[in-house]
């Protein structure tokens, strides 16, 4: 038996195989292969589906974003059949003996290396297309296609690191817990398992070394600890610790239906944090008195290309029917940073969590914004629903981002369609300058939603993804505590509510203080829900 340890994020208790996901071009292990005519084969296959998937790419770009915006998708076909690239590729097989994959991912490091060392910009961007095809021929070949990794029977997954949008594509029922040696704690992967309810444990150091595919584990999602083949105490254990869940649950589910309020009267909204229409019913059996924070990128990470009004509404207007008369407030596309879609093709940044992401690519590019608007307020004729921007940081992006607002819901007016009557309009307060112009703000939107993953990283200076940051990664630091007490403050002089939406809402240390700074909602992840209640109701 081996004993790890990483930072769990909570989910309880899990024990079955592992599924060790092994990926990423640096990982592909080089075989001699005794088949090369056959490696051939897979090559010549895996190029025509890879041409069939951008013609259709092209196809649907070109629909959505015109021309210009398509043709990234016919260099790649072009490059595609770029004969030194393919002799590259097939010399590796024949010359060297490797196995195709491994010849692919050789091609795509040396043609990269070579656009990249080039005077001429415009071919040093082709570097980014050559990796790009690259990684689509290595996905056909490798069989995940398009479409995420897929597995026969629940496993564990063992991973070197999962993005937000692999794992927003994982099948839930299969996924008996997540492992993986990098990420931290507040990364979007780790809240994705917390809302899927699925135990998870980031940055287990030497799991790669350690793990074996196949073999039995452990895994403690609320202590971080892991057991590779463990013995029999320790699955007595777990088995124990499952029971006492259990039987938590069952506490916990006599409050449903019960205000969330404490023993003296003070009343708190308490919402879920959710990231698509399969999120409804854990938000509904948690009783959710709303959506706080429907993540609605996660529906861009899961296409292959933008998705159109039409697919944004028919998901939107499901939720929204699906909340049954409860509020929804969608936070507008918070793409960039750790949350990337091919398609986007954003620029490489230094720094990109302080890049052009969230609201900053929304006003840069107001058609995607707009289309996304149009697909909020015409959900909106369904049911309650607010709308907030991420990201604020100075006035004007407010005003411009409800500019668009309005004139979407005028638009869509005049084209006849309905919308909503009234959607509320909000800001997360997560930077340390809508913090402190949240006085100027408030004065301008119905609510804050107070984003305190986010606002402990841009306060503290400190990577909210870095897996070594540690304790230098504080939640509780007076500086971010006194930066949500002034924002609540701020919000209720101005007239607006206040809510918070962060991981930090669901700390019960907090609860308390949350309630004597007059925070009037908490969003959390829909397991979340219930222990926040009985802790409001034990309060005097
Ligand atoms: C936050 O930053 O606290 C937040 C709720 O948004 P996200 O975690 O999606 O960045
Ligand atoms: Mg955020």
Known sequence: MVQLQGKGTGGGVAVGSVY???????????????????????????????????????????????????????????MLEDEDYLEAIRDAVTQEGCNVQWAVSKASQMFSQMFSSMEDAYMRERAADVEDISR????????????????????????????????????????????????????????LARTM???????????????????????????????????????????????????????????????????????????????????????????????????????????????????????????????????????????????QADYFQLEAEENPAMGVRAIRICLERPDLFRTQLRAIYRAGAYGPVGIMFPMITSLWE??????????????????????????????MIETPAAALISGTLAAHVDFFSIGTNDLTQYTLALDRQNSKAGRFYDPHHPAVLELIRISAKAAHEGGAWCGICGELAADLSLTEQFLDWGIDELSVSPGGILPLKETIRSLP
Not at 161 to 172: F, G, I, K, Y
Request: hydrophobic letters at 40%; proline letters at 3%; charged letters at 25%.
């Open 20 to 78: 060790l996901l092994r990926k990423g071009e640096g990982q592909i292990p080089m075989h001699r292969t005794e088949d090369p005519a056959g490696e051939l084969r897979q090559l010549e296959a895996a190029l025509q589906t890879a041409r069939g998937q951008l013609g259709r790419l092209y196809e649907s770009a070109r629909e959505r974003a015109g021309e210009e915006s398509a043709q990234v998708f016919q260099i790649h076909q072009m």
């Open 136 to 191: 689509r021929l290595l996905r056909i070949l490798s069989g995940s296609g398009d479409a995420g990794i897929r597995f026969d029977a629940p496993v564990i997954l063992a991973a070197e690191d999962l993005s937000p949008s692999e794992t927003v594509q994982l099948d839930q029922e299969k996924i008996l817990a997540f492992l993986t040696e990098k990420g931290s704690d507040n990364s979007h992967t780790a809240i």
């Open 197 to 339: 309810g699925i135990p998870a444990v980031v940055g287990v150091s030497g799991l790669l070394k350690a793990v074996e595919q196949g073999m039995e584990a452990g895994v403690d999602g609320d202590s971080g600890a892991v057991w590779l083949s463990p013995d029999s105490v320790v699955l007595e254990t777990l088995g124990e610790k499952a029971a006492l869940q259990k039987e938590q649950k069952r506490r916990l589910a006599r409050l449903r239906g019960l205000p969330a309020q404490t023993q003296s009267g003070r009343r708190m909204m308490l919402y879920a944090n959710i990231g698509g229409v399969e999120d409804v019913q854990a938000a509904l059996s948690n009783d959710a008195e709303g959506v706080g924070l429907f993540r609605t990128e996660f529906l861009y990470l899961q296409s292959r290309t933008y998705p159109t009004e039409e697919e944004q509404f028919a998901v939107y207007r499901k939720v929204v029917q699906g909340m049954d008369g409860r509020r929804v407030i969608f936070r507008t596309l918070d793409i960039g940073a750790d949350k």
């Open 398 to 427: 407010l005003q411009e981002a409800k500019a668009h607002c309005e004139a979407v819901r005028q638009e869509l007016i005049e084209e006849g369609i309905p919308v909503a009557e009234k959607a509320e309009i909000g800001v």
